[in-house]
């Protein structure tokens, strides 16, 4: 079967196959929406969320712990209540001592944005778990519907129709039915694409310095792209710094305010613990060894190759070197290349999300694929660009045949 790219090229600029494309987006953004709040599933964390927006104007530890449970008792149905509260040692123990639950709030109240969006709109007067469900899935499927914003002037039309397909393939559809605030840093960072792409570069730095105030990790993001444009874009090199700098005052600042325990705390309590520290204080005075730190590293490496998605996302971003240079080879040295390389938005993006995994996973080594689902997107995003590009440059070359 032959393909037609001629076709598939003259697609690309005719307006009929963009508004379908468009109207294709905003229904499965549409359905994507519903999908999570008719499907949705009570995680922990969601209790965390809760109780730390409580915690905003409530400091006494036993109202905020009484609070979120009877509140989660009306929300959830007997079945899921129980499941929350008494399937395992460390949920009984959340349940029961307020003391152990009210110093896991620290883990969940640094996502600052994230719990004031929870506790303003609870203001309106539902629910605070009901808001935190239809705050995910909204926050989630905007996100979707911005990607698109983003990548559709580098994306053929047609390819558009692999879109949801791989969204599926990388869970998105679990963080419209959890409630997390990862579902805001995939918001977040799609509208960070949106102004790289577009080089609307005070808005990209507004939303790189407040990215910290959706997930303090995404500290990654920014030195990550600011060491980008220090490198590589000499006119953006003075507020690359300076927004990094910010980022960092930011991130302590946060880390005082809701009294975080610290990388050591964290570490002991999910890789040493095995999450069974249910007074994660007890660890805050409690240092990681480097053999113990290299042992966790080295023992989870596995995860490269074992799961799914990380998978999936490294097949794809070395499908998308090798289609750079097949469309490049001909008419570039390796020295142009490489610079036609930093330059390509849609790559520098994929290639950026695959330093800020790499470097997640060094400080906190897990590859859950909750943390990564919009660095996933942006790479099949890439994909779909560097196919439209390599199909452009083929029917351009019959052309002139």
Request: include cysteine; hydrophobic fraction near 50%.
């Amino acid at each position: 079967m032959s393909v037609n790219f001629q076709y598939l090229n003259h697609a690309f600029q005719d307006s009929y196959h963009l508004k379908m494309a468009h109207w294709f987006i905003i229904v499965t953004s549409l359905v994507l929406f519903l999908h999570g709040v008719n499907t949705v599933e009570q995680n922990w964390d969601m209790l965390g969320y809760v109780g730390s927006a409580v915690s905003i104007e409530e400091a006494d530890v036993s109202y905020m712990h009484n609070y979120v449970y009877q509140e989660f008792r009306a929300y959830s149905t007997d079945e899921e209540f129980e499941n929350l509260t008494n399937t395992y040692n460390y949920r009984k123990v959340m349940f029961q001592d307020q003391d152990a639950f009210n110093q896991q709030i620290p883990f969940y109240k640094m996502r600052i944005i994230f719990v004031f969006l929870i506790l303003g709109l609870s203001k309106l007067g539902f629910n605070m778990f009901m808001v935190s469900h239809m705050l995910s899935a909204t926050l989630v499927s905007i996100g979707y519907y911005v990607f698109y914003h983003a990548y559709k002037k580098l994306i053929n039309p047609i390819f558009w129709l692999f879109y949801p397909l791989f969204a599926i393939i990388f869970n998105i559809i679990n963080l419209t039915q959890t409630v997390t605030a990862d579902s805001l840093a995939f918001l977040w960072i799609s509208l960070l694409c949106y102004s790289f792409i577009n080089a609307h570069w005070k808005t990209f730095f507004l939303l790189l310095v407040t990215s910290i105030l959706v997930r303090t990790e995404l500290i990654f993001f920014v030195a990550i792209f600011s060491c980008y444009f220090m490198l590589f874009r000499p006119s953006q090199r003075i507020i690359a710094a300076a927004s990094l700098l910010v980022s960092l005052i930011l991130y302590l600042l946060i880390n005082n305010y809701v009294g975080n325990y610290g990388w050591s705390t964290v570490f002991s309590f999910v890789f040493l613990s095995g999450m069974s520290a249910t007074h994660p204080a007890e660890y805050s005075h409690v240092g990681v060894s480097f053999q113990q730190y290299l042992d966790v590293v080295i023992n989870n490496l596995r995860l490269f190759v074992s799961n799914r998605s990380i998978l999936l996302f490294e097949t794809i971003t070395l499908l998308q070197l090798i289609l750079f240079w097949l469309s490049k080879k001909k008419e570039c040295s390796i020295s142009k290349m490489y610079s036609k390389l930093v330059k390509n938005s849609a790559l520098t993006l994929t290639l950026l999300s695959l330093g800020y995994i790499i470097s997640h996973y060094l400080i906190f080594p897990v590859l859950d694929s909750r943390f990564f689902v919009a660095q996933y997107v942006i790479s099949t995003l890439g994909l779909l660009s560097i196919s439209t590009s390599l199909i452009q440059k083929i029917d351009s070359d019959l052309v002139n045949q």
